[in-house]
């Protein structure tokens, strides 16, 4: 896996948009990097968009989501409204991009987050959620978020601590560093399962005794079987006899509501024949008077209907004659109105022939007047174009004054042009177009010019800068040479002093290992070593020499100091080395721009007057630009007369239209001052229409209405001549036999009523009967007992079951009780059988792995974990150096690993010993190791190593940079360094720098 780019936007405090594309130049150029910057500048927020791009955690917060960004104010630039962190990657399956972004709605409330990842050789995204997409980045990259964070992010620092801790200390950060606490809490799960299961085993043994304790024995349960059984057949009896009673008690009841119902019925026939008295009185005369009139019912009301029908003929004719009254009056005035709209006396039959002839005058006039307005319009238009550059407005109330107004602006504009003329020194042949084209040349030319003369002017300034510069710099250059020589030679001899009392150290402690050895030398005996047979220091050895220690740091201090000196004088004269170079360069091309500069401008501004100043070439333009504007001022004052002398006819021939117009408005206004001559004769002609017809209409209803009450009036006369015949003596006339007749509906009702009170008669009648004959044979069958003796027996009887009921019940309760915990005992029986099974296993375990602590089977594994991660680590320590291995410490050992010094024939010393250029390679390696363990199968391309080097030396620093040279050589990986160490930062030239401003932001720039 292998990062191809990092894009980000507004990410902490790097606001605005930014990209480190490892696929160009410089990166492709030099694979080793630092990211620079001081304390708080971001360099960690670009490690941040990585694992946030890929899978949406950061390491120093955990898991991002909106209420995480809202309540910490991590990832979103502060006062920014979105946010967004992209990497682009190469794995082993292609190309792809993982993307992380959030914003704000257009109320300013944040989003949730988006995340999502483009397939780059099907030039698409992938379609997933995006709580899917860190499982398809780790899918696609072969690592989970912490084995990427332990892959790619280098932590060396940890490691130097790792090195030199005890063995506790060891674990605790082994365990940190890699993540294997998992094996300490299956150690605690292993006891606590174990605990758990003998617990259940024993709880499960506790209920065993308490049931045997509710057991019922043998004998009492054959007792309370036996009792169970006689009180359940004695309660069987006491049932029936119960049954028995509360039918004898509901056969009371039957003869009781039979003698109720008796009696209710002879009331109801009682109150059924009074009903029927009082019906007889109120209604019987009406009826029996309506009966005799009955068989011509139809006759007489159809009498009575069509009196109703002439009366309201006669009142309707009344009506229309009062109508048509009103008709004649209507039409009279109408006449009058229109007589006076057309302004003349009129007749009916010549009325809308009169209207219509008016009608057409009138839109005449009115046409004439519309094409004298239409007229006058496009004379107006005609003028307003011609005087639309003179900024002229025409007074349409009084013409004259406009016209006098247009003489005084002719003459205005003659004058301007004479004095123009005079000005310009123009003739009238002469073409203002060619004179103008002319000047515009020239001045164009000379605008050139001056640009011209101002970078020559320039270019001589430059020049003469970089030429005193370069005195300066030669000044400055000739003592750094001697300077740098004997920096140089100061360096040369304290390394070699430094070396000579590190040799003298060695053999100090050479010559302390060997004490056992000298213990076992004679006088005489050749030494297996050397071969000398005197051996002075057999016994005693001479006291070792303590000051020699503070000699080396003392020297290590000057050498550093020398060194430093020595690097600043180099580096001085390679800077002022390489400013002067640029400066010749610069002054070569300015000098050769200047030639082409001087000889252009001569030939190229031969025909223009010759300046020698850059105020005098601006003059020239000014007096030029003055000559041009004076020529359109001229060409303007013409095009002006040209107008006024096009627009003056214009005005004349629009002061004639006006009157002619105003006389035609004059003549309508006389005949017509109304709005629509069409609309308002119309309105006259529908009037008049109207009330005709409305008097023909009237004229025909009266008619109608006539003939129909002759019609009506004959047919009444023959109807009463056969009512009288018909109608019974009793009946004075035709009117009383129709007050005889009742309503038929009302009629229908009242022999309905009657029906319905002499069938309730009958009912009850045949109820009564039917009632008494039931009511005998229910006496048949009755008890001798009264029904309260029965109720009191029942009352006991119920008693007593009662008492049998719960009885039973307990009795069955009991018997099920001791069948249940007889389920239960076998049941618990057979659980613990089961789970003394599985509890062996657990047992097992936790005698291997087990404790309360997981301390065991921790120390186990991170054992494992340590052995793999230092064979690991020496194979990466013999690419970066052939003289040391790792090993863990043997029991005699000190608790700190230890480094196998190789060059010292496999000599084992504590790491504690190690210079910190030793130890920083040792500590790489186990890093580089743990990125090898994380990422198992899987290359990884891309590494970021952290900070770690602000203690080193300038030697170890040299020599720990030549190591991470040589090792993304060998290896071809992108390798980060983050540092702010100055002389590092020197020493890498590809970087990205962090800076921060005053506003709390920081800016980034890729060098």
């Known amino acids: 896996m292998k990062i191809l780019k990092i894009e980000f936007e507004n990410i902490n405090s790097l606001k605005g948009s930014h990209e480190i594309d490892f696929t160009k130049d410089p990166f492709t150029t030099n694979s080793l990097f630092a990211i620079t910057g001081p304390t708080g500048s971001g360099k960690s927020s670009i490690l941040d968009v990585i694992s946030l791009a890929l899978f949406n955690q950061v390491p120093r917060l955990g898991k991002i989501t909106k209420n995480e960004i809202l309540a ?45 990842i483009t397939d780059h050789q099907a030039d698409a995204l992938i379609d997933l959620k995006k709580s899917d997409v860190p499982a398809k980045n780790e899918e696609l990259i072969g690592l989970n978020y912490d084995q990427f964070i332990k892959a790619v992010l280098l932590a060396q620092g940890e490691f130097a601590q790792f090195l030199k801790a005890k063995k506790e200390e060891r674990g605790e950060l082994l365990e940190k560093i890699t993540g294997t606490g998992i094996y300490r809490q299956l150690g605690i799960k292993a006891f606590e399962k174990n605990k758990l299961a003998n617990q259940e085993i024993q709880q499960q043994q506790n209920e065993i005794r308490i049931i045997e304790g509710k057991l019922i024995e043998e004998d009492d349960l054959k007792r309370l079987n036996n009792s169970f059984q006689e009180k359940t057949g004695e309660d069987s009896k006491l049932q029936k006899e119960i049954d028995s009673l509360k039918k004898a008690i509901e056969l009371k009841k039957n003869i009781n509501d039979q003698n109720n119902a008796i009696s209710r019925l002879t009331k109801e026939k009682a109150e059924a024949s009074s009903k029927l008295e009082t019906f007889e009185k109120e209604h019987g005369a009406p009826l029996k008077a309506h009966e005799k009139v009955q068989d011509f019912s139809e006759d007489l009301r159809t009498w009575e209907q069509w009196g109703k029908e002439i009366a309201n003929l006669k009142l309707e004719n009344s009506r229309l004659e009062k109508s048509l009254q009103e008709n004649t009056s209507k039409k009279l005035e109408l006449k009058k109105e229109i007589s006076v709209f057309i302004k003349q006396q009129i007749e009916d039959d010549s009325l809308e022939e009169e209207l219509d002839n008016f009608r057409k005058q009138v839109e005449k006039l009115k046409r004439l007047k519309d094409e004298k307005g239409n007229e006058y319009a496009v004379k107006r238009s005609e003028f307003n174009a011609e005087v639309k550059d003179l900024n002229f407005t025409l ?33 009238e042949a002469d073409d203002t177009g060619e004179k103008k084209e002319e000047f515009q040349r020239r001045l164009k030319l000379t605008r050139e010019a001056t640009r011209d003369f101002a970078e020559i002017e320039k270019n001589s300034r430059e020049l003469k800068a970089f030429q005193d510069e370069v005195g300066k710099l030669n000044s400055q250059l000739n003592g750094l040479p001697e300077k740098i020589e004997s920096s140089e030679k100061r360096v040369g001899h304290l390394k070699t002093q430094l070396e000579l009392l590190n040799a003298r150290k060695k053999i100090q402690l050479l010559e302390a290992s060997l004490e056992e050895h000298r213990h076992q030398l004679k006088d005489g005996e050749p030494c297996p070593l050397c071969g000398a047979e005197h051996h002075p220091y057999a016994t005693d050895l001479p006291e070792m020499d303590n000051s020699l220690d503070v ?8 050498l550093e100091s020398s060194r430093e000196i020595w690097n600043t004088h180099k580096l001085k004269f390679k800077n002022l080395k390489e400013r002067q170079d640029e400066l010749e360069e610069n002054i070569k091309k300015t000098e050769k721009i200047l030639k082409e500069l001087n000889s252009g401008f001569s ?8 300046h020698t100043t850059q105020e005098a070439w601006q003059n020239a333009c000014e007096v030029l630009e003055l000559k041009t504007g004076k020529i359109s001022d001229f060409e303007d004052q013409q095009k002006r007369l040209r107008s ?70 004959s047919r009444l006369s023959n109807l009463e001549k056969d009512l009288k015949a018909k109608i019974p003596n009793d009946y004075q006339d035709i009117a009383s036999a129709f007050q005889a007749l009742i309503p038929e509906q009302e009629c229908n009702r009242l022999r309905s009523q009657r029906q319905q009170i002499q069938k309730n008669i009958d009912d009850s009648q045949a109820s009564l009967k039917l009632l008494k004959e039931q009511l005998e044979n229910l006496k048949k069958l009755d008890s001798e007992k009264q029904r309260d003796l029965l109720e009191t027996e029942l009352k006991n ?78 194979v990466r320590l013999q690419d970066l150096s052939d003289r040391y291995l790792i090993a863990k410490p043997e029991e005699e050992e000190d608790d700190g690993l230890v480094a196998i010094d190789e060059h010292m024939g496999g000599q084992r010393r504590s790491v504690k010993t190690l210079s910190g250029g030793e130890t920083f390679i040792l500590s790489l390696s186990m890093a580089l190791a743990l990125s090898d363990l994380a990422s198992k199968n899987v290359e990884i391309n891309s590494l970021f190593i952290d900070e770690g080097f602000g203690t080193l030396d300038p030697e170890t620093l040299d020599q720990t940079l030549d190591t991470l040279e040589r090792l993304q050589a060998e290896s071809s990986k992108t390798i980060g360094v983050i540092s702010h160490v100055d002389s590092l930062k020197e020493r890498i030239s590809t970087q990205v720098k962090l800076s921060r401003n005053g506003q709390g932001y920081s800016s980034l720039m890729i060098t």
Not at 415 to 426: I, M, P, T, V
Not at 816 to 825: C, I, P, S, T, V
Request: charged share 35%.
């Open 395 to 427: 007074n349409e109330k009084e013409p004259q004054q406009s016209l006098k107004e247009l003489e005084a602006i002719r003459s205005e504009v003659s004058k301007d042009l004479s004095e123009l003329a005079a000005q310009l020194q123009f003739k």
């Open 72 to 116: 910490k104010g991590a990832i979103l630039t502060r006062n920014q409204k979105h946010a967004l962190a992209r990497v682009t990657y190469q794995s082993k399956d292609g190309v792809y991009s993982s993307q992380w972004s959030i914003s704000t709605n257009r109320n300013d409330k944040l989003r949730d987050y988006e995340m999502e």
């Open 603 to 610: 030939e190229k501004y031969s025909g223009l007057d010759s």
């Open 551 to 558: 000699e080396i740091n003392n020297a290590e201090k000057d």
């Open 797 to 874: 009887q119920v008693e007593r079951s009662e008492a049998l009921n719960a009885e039973c019940r307990e009795l069955e309760r009991l018997l099920k009780n001791n069948d249940d915990n007889l389920n239960r005992l076998k049941e618990l029986r057979n659980e613990i059988a089961g789970k003394e099974k599985e509890t062996k296993r657990w047992r097992l375990l936790n005698e291997l792995i087990g404790d309360s602590k997981g301390k065991g089977f921790n120390d186990f594994a991170q054992d494992l974990t340590l052995s793999r991660l230092i064979k690991l680590a020496n």
């Open 644 to 713: 006024v002398t096009s627009a003056i006819p214009i005005l004349n021939d629009l002061k004639v239209i006006l009157k002619e117009g105003k006389e035609l408005k004059n003549r309508l206004l006389e005949l017509y001052k109304g709005n629509d001559i069409q609309r308002e004769t119309q309105q006259f002609q529908n009037s008049w229409i109207r009330i005709g017809e409305e008097h023909k209409n009237l004229l025909s209803r009266q008619k109608e209405i006539r003939t129909d009450l002759d019609t009506k009036q």
